[in-house]
């Protein structure tokens, strides 16, 4: 990949264009099957339609011109009566269905408020005068006239709607205040002031194209009352009496008007129109951190603006029911009493014709009316899917410009082939003046359509993924009138209509288009190169995807690096950072202009900006971690509160001093006089330091927040990166994981854990959990959800807040996993604790969960806690698998299985009590050891099951062999027993099952479909990961170590085999020592080992002062002491123990222990970071209480770093180096031995301790940092003199003055904030420890009990001699085979939903992607 995000040769350049070329054949291919199916299924709904009123008119002239008698064509109208009232009433049953399931029964409908009394009337009365418009259109209007002219005539329910577009641009009305403008809760007033000077601003701006628009208007409304004007006159032509005359056209006239009325979005609007929410309705929907935000101003940033409900859905319910019951009466009614004038009864209350011979559909009839109804529905479906997708204009705009004309092309070639189409249509009318009326009024009244709804629907752009309401003002559709009422449903913004406006990038509650601000929020500690460059190369690329695109979102780069900065020194792991700018961001290190970069002193450490691309900015925070909380979780909150109360305000302030300029000006001048920012349209994504991602993988994120604002956070698929064994199983781990429980998790309710290492994050979702996140740990449960798994409980609390969480799939991403086994193996004991202990806590307060997220229902916590319990019993699972294995492929006893799972079980529970007493290290030791020969025997189950389900399939469906494969030696001893068994064995069963889902689901995922061969190997290791690993986590819950990106030194410090070898080296060293030095060193070191009297500071003082001319250090000979030249080291240059006391009075140590502590060569903190109990206790520190603080406290301390300077040769001479060792005070010492220049610096790498000794150096502290500098002494490679270069030029930038932020931090990092380094006392300390064991012992036994209990359950069930209870012998298999198949049969089938919602996205993203 190139570091610049493009193509940088021949190959790659190659490879691109061949993608850009599929994305474009993909492109044009989804349009035209997008524009073929809408304009199919509508025309045929059209065509359907008219044929079935067409054979309704003629069935009716055929009983006119018959007998009274004629029974058969009374049943024949009949049936098409009710097939004209189900293609009526179907759509109202799909609309109550809709608005029954979301908004009145569904989990959140307690989210939709009721309309208001005033509004339901108004439904109601809409309601009735659709009802008897649209009943007198179908079987009135229509039956009488020509099928042309009836497909023509279809057209003229746009009336009402010219008539307002006219209105509300008259300069009169403006005058008169009647401008349309839309308030604060999205309904629609009349505002008489303020937007009357915008309306007549923007007409003026738009001079000739103003002008035209409302030409255009003007035309519209005359097409449209001309049209029906001639569609009278046609009708006058066309019937035969004067009364004909008049209620035909009247009647046509009538109900058009109404429907284009009753279908207006004022009329929609003000039927929809929602009452007060209770509290407790909106208890979610008002997700506020703070409880004063009452009394803030609007439009400020931190007031919680509640998400609008919208009572469509319960508004919808009620009319729906009301139309559904008034139908079939008021069809009755005209049918019957208006068309028939009262010979035909359709619903056979006499006895003419039989009800039941009126449904008895057949043959054309019947392949009309159901053609008629799917195409409507699907018709429907696509073009929302195509609003949906953003291809609006080729699935909806262009399909229903097409359809009128295609139709009436279509019907005339159907007349002229009347008798071999399927179509019936009225036959060709023979007065071709009244024909041609028809046809004129009917092309005007298209040309009107064009004019009225068809620039907007053409021009209309909503949200990728949106939401219906943010489509459609209502949720319904209509069959009769489907391309007409599709249009006047469009959701109408009266400014989009005339103008072609900029792409929204967030439309919030007002509708308002305002540009996004997006975060990259990125946590670095201890990355090796590599994973930096992926990082900052990823990074580049959505910079320079940003700088092409050229809208407003704007993107800011923050990276918060643990320990990367002591005081004013840069650590190693932050010049490695910097370093690798210039590859990746192409930012000139060496050479910075004041323009492009900031370097200020912060109270947390150092910060450094540039801008990237002359677009992003980048901020470095450097944390030092003696001011500010160090690891992952406290970087979070970090830089939550940093951008939620710093950053956002600062943007904000800069945006509204921007202002609008340029193509900008036209379109939004008018509606935004300042550009407003909140947490609404405020993103943060989040980061791992290793991570890779292309910029479509973070615009997809967005698009999942910007199509619901209920949606808190999104993350996308993570692949793993690494090589190995361990590799290929977190491939096809990671690979279920997505496609099977997160997409299960988005489905059903939520996702639960959106990871840190790539996942955006609404600010206002983030505001709402701040203060809990931000917590400190006061229990044990508290540990395991909040410091080891900090991912998953931050989704636990958005979750608890009402927030939903979803799961974007194409969204990708890369991150380094895990390559060594006992890294592994520690990362994922932290993923196994915190994912219990958070869903332990879903399930327990599962009550409060239900209540407070609309999202999360009793059905998805039940699913959850039979997750939890499936991991539980996974240890005994593992076991029964492999004695079911041996027991079905290879002929044995039941005495044999039980002593297979005896044997395992026991193995279990030992190897758990080894974790409980064995170090750390031998564990993971006795972990692979356990894993390899697990993995040898899953190999033989699986050969012996391979070779038992090929004999299973052999004979399939015949008796079995008594001395089979699959017989075991009991079925051997009945020879006379002929029994018939199953086809195929249950755990033969089983892996079919599990081999058909996983294929399927690789089908379903063609990209990834690769990931499947690793599933081989996953196989095999299912006992180390569901048996070893579970017991592992378990036995190791009080482990509260982070486990991965730990330094080498504590890994060696803690190595199993590596320690034994250390100390029984350091043993021989002893041991020779005591030979050279003789009796009398033997008595001196047991006297100096002698415990003193009393433990206090001054006693531990006293006897290391007496004994410090005798022996400084036990390990140090008399040689060491006393040197030619011990008189020229420079004492004074190491006395730097101000801030030594100072940290040793903040940590209640006794200032005592400073001058002990000096006495070793520990004068500053650096010295002491990193000691342990064994070096406090070799300084003469005998008060175990003290020592423990000592050592606590000294962990936490930020680890001294050897910089370039430290580590190179040929770069500095020998006193530069020991000053960078902060050594200084030696440097004559060396001198004197011969040490000084550049060359002489290479000969130190000789030097051992005993020579350091020899020249005089004893201390410690000061040996220790000498002997590890020289034992790092190398020559420099590219990459370190680049480090090195980077850190001369930063050094020498000035700081820059920022009071802002130097205030904000200073307040953020003062006494009592959760951010500031606070001293935890040693009882909470040891109180934490003690119940983290009592939290590991409770579920070591609840697992051991669990597992013993389903192992006794499950191998019972399977005896023989249940028989004569009547229970099946197989129970066991059945019951064991039940369980799993149930948890990845729903997974499956939720996703293949997923995947069909994930198509509509990839789709949606490929034609935006191309568009830019």
């Known amino acids: 990949m190139s570091t610049k995000g493009y193509p940088d040769n021949g190959a790659e350049s190659h490879s691109t264009q061949c993608k850009t070329l599929c994305l474009i054949a993909i492109k044009v291919l989804v349009r035209v099957l997008l524009f073929s199916i809408v304009v199919t299924c509508t025309v045929f709904s059209k065509l359907s339609l008219i044929s079935l009123v067409s054979r309704l008119n003629e069935t009716i002239d055929d009983i006119r011109r018959a007998s009274d008698s004629e029974a058969t064509l009374h049943n024949r109208a009949a049936s098409f009566f009710w097939q004209l009232l189900f293609i009526i009433l179907i759509p109202q049953f799909v609309t109550f269905y809709r608005a029954l399931l979301f908004g009145v029964c569904g989990k959140q409908s307690r989210l939709f408020p009721w309309p208001t009394p005033k509004a339901i009337v108004v439904g109601a009365v809409a309601s009735v005068f659709e009802v008897v418009a649209m009943t007198t259109v179908v079987f009135y209007v229509l039956p009488r006239l020509h099928s042309i002219v009836a497909i023509l005539a279809l057209g003229g329910v746009f009336g009402a709607k010219a008539i307002q577009d006219c209105l509300e641009w008259c300069p009169c009305c403006v005058r008169k205040g009647y401008h349309k403008v839309h308030n604060r809760n999205g309904n629609i007033n009349f505002n008489e002031k303020e937007d009357q000077t915008n309306c007549l601003m923007e007409d003026c701006a738009e001079g000739k194209t103003g002008a035209w628009n409302k030409f255009s208007r003007i035309i519209a409304m005359f097409l449209q009352f001309v049209s029906v004007i001639l569609l009278n006159i046609y009708a006058s032509l066309l019937q035969s009496g004067p009364k004909d005359q008049f209620l ?83 069809s009755y009614v005209i049918f019957r009493y208006v068309f028939t004038n009262g010979s035909i009864d359709p619903w056979c209350l006499h006895q003419t014709c039989s009800l039941s011979k009126s449904f008895q559909w057949k043959g054309q009839e019947l392949a009309i009316f159901l053609i008629q109804i799917l195409s409507s529905f699907f018709g429907y479906t696509f073009m929302w899917i195509s609003c949906t997708m953003v291809l609006h204009r080729w699935g909806l705009a262009l399909p229903l410009y097409l359809c009128t004309p295609i139709s009436f092309a279509v019907c005339a070639i159907f007349q002229a082939h009347q008798d071999s189409s399927s179509f019936y249509f009225s036959k060709a009318y023979s007065d071709p003046v009244a024909l041609g009326v028809a046809i004129v009024a009917g092309a ?360 939903k969480l979803q799961y974007c799939a194409i969204s990708e991403n890369y991150t380094n996993c895990p390559e060594t086994f006992n890294e592994f193996f520690k990362q994922r004991r932290r993923w196994i604790s915190s994912t219990i202990a958070n869903l332990s806590l879903l399930i327990t307060q599962a009550s409060r969960f239900t209540k407070q997220n609309e999202n999360v229902s009793i059905i998805f916590v039940l699913f959850q806690g039979i997750l939890v319990f499936s991991t539980a019993i996974s240890p005994a699972t593992i076991i029964l698998v492999i004695a079911s294995g041996f027991s079905s492929a290879f002929i044995v006893s039941h005495s044999s299985i039980l002593a297979i799972i005896i044997i395992l079980s026991f193995l279990s529970i030992a190897y758990g009590i080894f974790c409980l007493y064995g170090n750390h290290w031998h564990q993971l030791d006795m972990a692979k050891f356990a894993s390899v020969l697990f993995a040898i025997t899953m190999g033989v189950v699986f050969v012996g099951n391979f070779k038992n389900l090929l004999y299973d399939f052999i004979t399939f469906g015949k008796h079995y062999l008594p001395c089979s494969i699959n017989a075991t030696s009991e079925m051997c001893t009945s020879q006379n027993k002929a029994e018939f068994l199953f086809p195929i064995t249950f755990p033969n069963m089983y892996l079919v099952l599990f081999t058909v889902l996983f294929i399927s689901s690789g089908l379903f995922h063609l990209n990834e479909f690769s990931c499947l061969f690793y599933g081989v190997w996953y196989f095999l290791a299912l006992p180390s990961g569901y048996l070893i690993l579970l017991i592992y986590s378990i036995a190791n819950l009080d482990d509260r170590s982070w486990g991965t990106r730990e330094s080498s030194t504590e890994a060696f410090q803690g190595g199993g085999f590596e320690k034994i070898k250390c100390l029984l080296l350091n043993v021989w060293q002893k041991a020779q020592s005591c030979f050279k030095l003789g009796v009398q060193k033997q008595n001196t070191v047991e006297e100096n080992k002698q415990p003193a009297p009393s433990y206090d500071a001054a006693t531990a003082l006293s006897d290391y002062t007496d004994g410090r001319e005798q022996q400084p250090l036990t390990d140090f000979t008399d040689e060491a002491v006393s040197t030619k030249y011990s008189n020229i080291v420079n004492e004074a240059a190491f006395r730097l123990t101000v801030k030594l006391r100072e940290w040793l009075n903040n940590n209640d140590i006794l200032p005592e222990y400073a001058e002990v502590l000096e006495q070793h060569g520990y004068f500053n903190l650096s010295f002491i970071a990193g000691l342990n109990i064994e070096d406090f206790e070799a300084m003469g520190l005998k008060d175990r209480g003290h020592v423990l ?153 609840l697992l051991l009990l669990i597992n013993m209990m389903w192992i006794v359950l499950l191998y019972i069930l399977q005896f023989p001699e249940l028989q004569k209870f009547n229970l099946p012998t197989k129970a066991f298999e059945i019951l064991f085979l039940a369980v799993y198949a149930f948890i990845v049969t729903v997974q499956f089938c939720t996703m293949i939903v997923h995947r069909g919602f994930t198509l509509i996205h990839y789709l949606a993203h490929i034609d935006s992607k191309l568009r830019m």
């Open 1189 to 1341: 603080r000592l050592k606590r406290y000294a962990q936490k301390l930020a680890p001294f770093n050897f910089a370039i300077d430290q580590t190179c040769l040929g770069l500095c001479d020998v006193g530069t180096w020991l000053n960078s060792l902060e050594l200084q005070g030696y440097q004559q010492l060396f001198e004197a031995a011969g040490y000084k220049t550049r060359d002489d610096l290479e000969n130190l790498v000789e030097l051992k301790r005993m020579h350091l000794q020899k020249m005089g150096i004893y201390k410690r502290a000061h040996l220790q940092r000498l002997l590890e500098g020289i034992s790092k002494l190398t020559y420099l490679t590219e990459e370190e003199m680049r480090v090195h270069q980077t850190r001369s030029m930063l050094e020498k930038v000035p700081d820059t003055d920022n009071n802002d932020e130097c205030l904000y931090w200073a307040e953020m990092l003062d006494v009592g904030k959760p951010l500031r380094p606070i001293a935890a006392s040693f009882k909470s300390e040891s109180e934490l420890k003690k119940g983290m064991r009592s939290l590991r012992n409770i579920s070591l036994v």
């Open 444 to 803: 005007m009244l298209w040309i009107g359509q064009i004019l009225t709804m068809g620039v907007f629907v053409w021009k209309k752009k909503n949200l990728i993924l949106a939401k219906d309401a943010a489509m459609f003002l209502t949720p319904c559709y209509d069959g009769v009138f489907l391309e007409q009422h599709t249009m006047l449903n469009r959701k109408v913004e009266r400014r989009e209509m005339w103008h072609e406006t900029v792409t929204p990038t967030f439309v919030n509650n007002n509708d308002e288009c305002r540009p996004r601000t997006v975060f990259i929020c990125s946590t670095m500690y201890m990355e090796d190169r590599e994973e930096m460059r992926c990082l900052l190369s990823s990074i580049y690329q959505l910079a320079c995807h940003c700088k092409e695109k050229k809208n407003d979102d704007h993107f800011e780069s923050h990276i918060f690096l643990d320990g990367g900065a002591n005081e004013t020194q840069l650590n190693y792991f932050a010049l490695q950072l910097f370093s690798l700018f210039e590859e990746t961001l192409h930012v000139d290190v060496l050479h910075l202009e004041p323009k492009v970069f900031q370097r200020i002193n912060t109270p947390y450490g150092i910060q450094l900006s540039w801008e990237i691309a002359e677009v992003m900015p980048i901020y470095v925070h450097l944390k030092n971690s003696a001011k500010i909380k160090n690891k992952k979780r406290w970087s979070q909150v970090m830089y939550m509160n940093y951008v939620l109360n710093f950053r956002v305000k600062e943007n904000i302030r800069k945006l509204r001093n921007w202002g609008v300029q340029g193509e900008r000006q036209r379109a939004t001048a008018p509606y935004n006089k300042e550009i407003k920012m909140d947490d609404d349209n405020t993103f943060i994504l989040t980061t791992d330091a290793d991570i890779e991602f292309t910029p479509e993988s973070a615009t997809v994120l967005l698009d999942v927040l910007d199509s619901d604002p209920q949606v808190g956070a999104a993350c996308g698929r993570t692949h793993p990166k690494g090589s190995g064994l361990l590799y290929w199983y977190q491939v096809f781990d990671y690979a279920i994981g997505h496609w099977f429980q997160k997409s299960a998790e988005d489905i059903l309710g939520t996702v639960l854990c959106c990871p840190g290492c790539f996942s955006v994050f609404r600010c206002r979702a983030l505001r709402s959990v701040l203060d809990t996140y931000s917590s400190e740990v006061t229990s044990a449960s508290e540990f395991l959800t909040k410091d080891m798994g900090e991912d998953r409980w931050l989704c636990t609390l958005l979750v608890e807040n009402g927030w």
């Open 248 to 330: 035909v056209g009247f009647a046509m006239t009538l109900s058009l008007l109404s429907l284009s009325v009753v279908w207006s979005s004022k009329v929609q609007q003000e039927s929809q129109k929602m009452a007060k929410m209770t509290q407790s309705s909106n208890v979610t929907r008002t997700r506020s951190a703070n409880t004063n935000e009452k009394n803030q101003k609007p439009n400020v940033i931190n007031e919680k603006e509640p998400i609008l409900p919208t009572a469509r859905f319960k508004a919808n319910f009620i009319n729906a029911i009301l139309r559904i019951i008034l139908y079939p009466f008021i």
